[in-house]
């Protein structure tokens, strides 16, 4: 089957029943996206489908033709990684890459987020470390850096 | 210099070679065997290295826990990283610089007091010599012993310690492959277990067909006794037999647990080693007070399951972990698969955060035993979430009764803490057992129990011990001997509910004595740096405005500690409400943790402790079914999240010229002990039992 992600359409073989989190480790290489708990629970295997953060760990991949997959790999260049950088959120930083992910995705709709709508846009992300004062400092510091360079 | 013992980690390993290397120009190849797991340790010994030898830091390559390549620090555990492999690195990089400095002297026919160094390169009378590390490294010997008397850099001078520098670490893990997970060497097999259900269950039957038909691919399942693995090309292949397996086995003789286990209270009464420590009972008169805590067991619960890959190849066995300490893998790892600790090699790869030991030995050991059964490939084997859950060690329950004889002012003179607990550690480098070894044709002798001795900080009397002036004190320890699930090290292991314990027990008796808590604790401390982080936290949380009357369903609480009774100094403040669960509001915390090397990762440290401790406190205890952990996914096993992590303010007060003490576990016992008082304080009622769940608030508020 085809499968879209980030930008591109690739041919893969895999068995339609594959998780997608399988897919995109092993057959295309895309470590970014974590296996936590194959359970749709902690969020490390966030990706965005059509632009909604999604579990990646349990959705079979044949359901996912002609969808827009992107994964952490896409977001490289997006304001929210540097503003991690910056306020140097996380410390062992498994869970980060889907924290990246859903926060890309909260930005994406609502460009002031308050606070508390940042820690509910991410509570479907755990983070075991306890970096979440600093991850939430990072997505204010992202939203004002994208209000920023829009203005 | 003076002639100091010489840090733990140089006297081990004394040649300087061992640990820095000047090859490529302008490159400083640094080896250390303390590890990352998270704590940002290896960037903070980067900036010693570069402080001491005058590089920039960009400069230091770091290579850590690598049994070929690193000096072995055994255990990256218990806040030591900065204390000892920090002090190590300072001594190994002064010492390189002076040997450095005396060769060119002689070499320039000039006094060493004349070079200095400036960006690797040296210096006469601040006039360039033309030459620098990697120019001179040739004639240098740095293979002679380390003797602890090169000058050291004084602190006026530091430019690179005391800075903010950014995660080397942390761009990977935003984006990419960092982990060892993510490990993917040519040829790579992926494997997955089926576990023993239990020490001395046997496997009567395995349907291997049915196994593979569920696997929905080519999948090879190997055995070793009880040991049972599914190797395939496919990981989603393995991880369909490893799901499957355990309702296509039959085990026998797995053992009950008894009912009730899961809580604190059944320790107390179980067979136990007794041990008292501290002064003998004094014939102090006044009040006698006691009151009984407890904490149930609490798991590592690391965000990504234990991995680890290993390969077998041509007699030689190298093993990729994330093990806290990789040289006593090494050797647990020689002792497990009975051959030579020359044909294993050991490197660590990073993983998900630890908070102590948790699967990453025993996923080590089962990978080495598939590539041992499957040689000639790079054999990847990864935990599944609820073999995490089910598997690791865990953190002990642990209760304590403490006694206080009160005199006539309200003040404690004489003071007993009594604890049972199981094991805080069991690590296998101190005996303690692999997993999969007890599933082998020869499982080792029954796991004998097992704690830090008190040279080491304790594990059960952790802390135990009041910094208080309190008169006479004593602890009487059980350490009960046959434990219904693995115990081992969890962030600060005993240290927490014995905190939690003692700066509860103490706002018990300012209440008896009518005083406020804090007040009440800066009469009953002598400690100048104790009472200096108690007071501060104190005067950001504005203590005396916020404090109002108890049982509004609004509280503050305080608590202290000074973590091992010898390293950082941490107090809390919480402010919580309460109605039929604690909401965690906001936090104060002052921390002291003398020369601080990485301000920015020493607060993510204390603050990722409160937060971590508030989790513990407030949602998380191992539940166990009839025959192991039954609390095996995160709903089952829920942790604080997002909306539920307080605003967090942090200062360091510590004084920069005092030396460095271990930070990452300070604020574990506090935070709890301040929760704790704070929703004693909101209620008007006393819980004494963690973690505060919601049933318990009910039960407190229904009895008072």
């Known amino acids: 089957m085809n499968l879209t992600v980030n930008g591109k359409t690739v041919a893969i073989a895999d068995d339609p029943a594959t998780p997608l989190l399988d897919v995109l480790r092993n057959t295309l290489g895309l470590k970014g996206s974590r296996y936590g708990c194959g359970l749709e629970q902690c969020g490390a295997c966030m990706v965005l489908i059509d632009g909604a953060p999604e579990f990646s760990c349990v959705r079979e991949v044949g359901t996912l033709a002609g969808r827009d997959i992107r994964t952490v790999e896409s977001l490289r260049e997006h304001k929210v990684i540097a503003a991690f950088l910056a306020e140097q959120a996380g410390q062992c930083g498994y869970c980060l890459s889907g924290i990246v992910v859903s926060a890309a995705a909260l930005l994406a709709r609502n460009k002031d987020p308050s606070r508390a709508e940042i820690a509910a846009a991410l509570d479907r992300n755990l983070c075991r470390c306890g970096a979440h004062p600093r991850i939430i400092r990072a997505v204010e510091r992202a939203a004002a850096a994208m209000e920023g360079s829009r203005a | ?272 080693i007794t041990r008292e420590l501290g002064d003998p009972l004094t014939a102090a008169q006044g009040e006698v007070v006691e009151a009984m805590y407890s904490r149930n067991y609490v798991a590592h619960a690391s965000l990504g399951p234990s991995c680890a890959v290993a390969e077998e190849r041509d007699g030689h066995l190298t093993v990729w972990t994330h093990s806290q300490a990789v040289y006593p893998l090494r050797t647990s790892l020689s002792n497990v698969l009975g051959r030579g600790i020359e044909t294993i090699s050991v490197r660590h790869a990073q993983g998900a955060g630890c908070y102590g ?170 400690d100048a740096r104790a009472a200096a982080v108690i007071a501060r936290a104190a005067e950001m949380a504005e203590w005396t405005r916020r404090r109002g009357p108890a049982g509004t369903g609004r509280g503050i609480g305080i608590g202290f500690g000074q973590y091992k009774n010898r390293s950082a100094y941490a107090a809390v403040v919480a402010e919580v409400e309460v109605e039929q669960e604690v909401r965690l509001a906001r936090v104060w915390c002052a921390a002291d943790g003398g020369l601080v090397i990485a301000p920015d990762g020493a607060r993510n440290q204390v603050e990722g402790g409160i937060v971590q401790a508030a989790s513990f406190a407030l949602k998380e205890q191992v539940r166990f079914g009839e025959t192991g952990i039954a609390s095996c996914d995160w709903d089952a096993y829920p942790i604080l999240r997002f909306s539920e992590v307080p605003e967090i303010t942090t200062e360091l007060i510590g004084p920069p010229g005092a030396p460095s003490l271990g930070m990452g576990e300070c604020t574990m016992g506090p935070t709890a002990a301040a929760i704790g008082n704070a929703v004693a304080h909101a209620l008007g009622v006393r819980l004494r039992a963690l973690p505060l769940t919601r049933e318990r608030i009910a039960a407190a508020l229904g009895a008072g």
């Open chain 2, 1 to 272: 210099m003076s002639d100091a013992p010489l840090p733990l980690s140089v006297a081990n390993n004394p040649s300087p070679a061992r640990w820095l290397r000047f090859e490529a120009p302008g490159v400083v190849h640094l080896s250390v065997g303390k590890v990352e797991i998270g704590q940002g340790v290896l960037t903070a010994l980067t900036q010693i290295a570069a402080e001491e030898l005058d590089v920039p830091a960009g400069a230091v390559r770091i290579l850590s826990g690598d049994t070929d390549n690193a000096p072995d620090e055994g255990s990256t555990s218990s806040s030591l990283s900065i204390e000892v492999s920090g002090a190590s690195v300072r001594l190994i990089s002064a010492e390189v610089r002076a040997r450095f400095l005396q060769r060119l002297a002689l070499r320039l026919n000039c006094a060493p007091e004349e070079l200095s160094v400036s960006a690797g390169a040296f210096l006469r009378a601040g006039a360039p010599t033309g030459q620098d590390y990697w120019s001179l490294a040739p004639e240098v010997d740095l293979a002679a012993p380390a003797t602890g008397r090169a000058p050291r850099k004084p602190l006026a001078a530091y430019s690179v310690v005391g800075r903010n520098l950014p995660r080397i670490d942390l761009p990977a893990k935003l984006t990419g492959a960092a982990f060892i997970h993510d490990m993917a060497p040519p040829g790579m097999l992926h494997a997955r277990t089926l576990r023993q259900p239990c020490r001395g269950a046997r496997l009567a039957a395995l349907d291997e067909a049915a196994i593979k038909r569920a696997a929905k691919g080519e999948v090879r399942i190997v055995r070793k006794g009880d040991f049972v693995a599914f190797v395939a090309e496919n990981e989603t292949v393995a991880q369909r037999a490893a799901v499957a397996a355990p309702a296509h086995a039959r085990w026998e003789n797995v053992a009950a647990i008894p009912p009730g286990a899961d809580e604190a209270q059944w320790l107390v009464g179980q067979k136990a």
């Open chain 2, 357 to 526: 030991h948790n699967g990453a030995d025993d996923a080590a050991l089962d990978a080495a035993l598939v590539a041992e059964l499957v040689p000639g490939r790079p054999i990847r084997l990864q935990w599944r979430r609820e073999e995490e859950f089910a598997f690791e060690p865990v953190g002990t329950a642990q209760v304590m009764r403490l006694r206080a004889v009160v005199d006539s002012r309200g003040r404690p003179v004489d003071w007993t803490a009594e604890i049972w607990a199981g094991s805080h550690v069991t690590r296998p480098a101190l005996g303690g057992n692999m997993l999969a070894h007890e599933a082998l044709p020869t499982p080792p002798p029954d796991p004998r129990p097992m704690d830090p001795p008190e040279a080491a900080g304790g594990g059960g009397t952790r802390n135990a011990f009041p910094l208080y002036a309190v008169g006479a004190k004593r602890i009487v320890h059980h350490l009960v001997e046959r434990m219904p699930v693995r115990t081992s090290a969890l962030r600060s292991l005993g240290g927490m509910a014995n905190i939690f314990a003692l700066e509860c027990f103490l706002d018990e008796l300012a209440e008896r004595a009518g005083a406020d808590p804090v007040a009440y604790r800066l009469t009953l401390m002598e």
